[in-house]
Structures are given as C-alpha cells and as structure tokens.
Nanobody
Framework: QVQLVESGGGLVQPGGSLRLSCVAS????????MGWYRQAPGKQREWVAT??????MYTDSVKGRFTISRDNAKNTVYLQMNSLKPEDTAVYYC???????????????WGQGTQVTVSA
C-alpha cells in the first residue's frame, strides 16, 4: 500500500506565506507526476499544480505566487505559497501517481488533506 501525508498547513494573514509538504511512503517502485489540489467550503476540488520529471504546471489563479517542487530521494513534493489571499483558503490535497512494482502501471493516490486558512 501507499500512503501520502501532507503537512505545513495553518492560519496565515493575507500576503503571508506557507510551505506545504507531502511525503509518500509504503511499497513504492517509482513515482510519476505529483501534484496539489484544493477544495474550498461548498466548492468542488480543483487542481492547483503538477510537477513531472522536468515540467511544472499551475492553474492561472496561483501563477507567480505558488511554486511546486519535488525531492525524489525523499519521495516528497512541496508547494511554496506566497502572497496568499483569502480566496486561497481551502483544504489542500496531495496527489501522486505511483507504481508499486516494475510490472505494474501507475495508480493515483491521495493524501488526507491539510487546512490552509488565509484571514486577518
């Protein structure tokens, strides 16, 4: 089995910064794309950012403010969030596509989420 555990959420004032981390553990052969999603109260979960082996992509609302990165040696993905706005308030979820053996394909796994609240 594979587990994803997020950390780093919290309460921050508008204009502030937070850094989210997500560590993958368990039976892992390889990890493909990793990413972050978020879900605000009363809204559907939305994609925020994705990082592959050499590429990064962001939803328009966070471009220039958020940076996604990964440490393959640690099976970890990060989301540096700067210039935070109240509309960034949401539960942030980590997603990773993981192969548990050399003969299996990639399957998607999710973390349990970490709350980010941006408020004065």
């Amino acid at each position: 089995q594979v587990q994803l555990v997020e950390s780093g959420g919290g309460l921050v004032q508008p204009g502030g910064s937070l850094r989210l981390s997500c560590v993958a553990s368990g039976t892992i052969f390889s990890i493909g794309a990793m990413g972050w999603y978020r879900q605000a109260p009363g809204k559907q979960r939305e994609w925020v950012a994705t990082i592959g082996s050499a590429t990064t992509m962001y939803t328009d609302s966070v471009k220039g403010r958020f940076t996604i990165s990964r440490d393959n040696a640690k099976n970890t993905v990060y989301l540096q969030m700067n210039s935070l706005k109240p509309e960034d308030t949401a539960v942030y979820y980590c997603n990773a596509r993981v192969a548990q053996s050399g003969s299996n394909g990639l399957s998607a796994y999710w973390g349990q989420g970490t709350q980010v609240t941006v408020s004065a």
